[in-house]
């Protein structure tokens, strides 16, 4: 089974940045398009960014030019560094393999974010 922890979450004002990690168990990281995921409270898990196995990259419209995602396939990490953060970014993040939007493992226990204003 396929374990996913992802870290680097906190609070930051409002146009700060934070870089989080994603630390896939294994070999199949490599292998697999990764994407992060967010989940505001009370609203459902949306997608965010994905970067295939080949280093190729997409992010939801509205966070593009925010938001990098990367990946270290020697680590096996996947990584979405967040610049110009907003209030409305607060959310726990999640990582998983997939494409589509569509997760490969069980989810992991996420890294809270919090943005003040």
């Known amino acids: 089974q396929v374990q996913l922890v992802e870290s680097g979450g906190g609070l930051v004002q409002a146009g700060g940045s934070l870089r989080l990690s994603c630390a896939v168990s294994?070999?199949?990281?490599?292998?697999?398009?990764m994407g992060w995921y967010h989940q505001a409270p009370g609203k459902q898990r949306e997608w965010v960014a994905g970067i295939t196995s080949g280093g190729i990259t997409n992010y939801a419209e509205s966070l593009k030019g925010r938001f990098t995602i990367s990946r270290d396939n020697v680590k096996s990490t996947v990584y979405l560094q967040m610049n110009s953060l907003k209030p409305e970014d607060t959310a726990v993040y999640y990582c998983?393999?997939?494409?589509?939007?569509?997760?490969?493992?069980?989810w992991g226990q996420g890294t809270q974010v919090t943005v003040s204003s």
């Open positions: 294994g070999s199949v990281c490599s292998r697999r398009t």
């Open positions: 998983n393999g997939g494409v589509a939007g569509i997760p490969l493992w069980s």
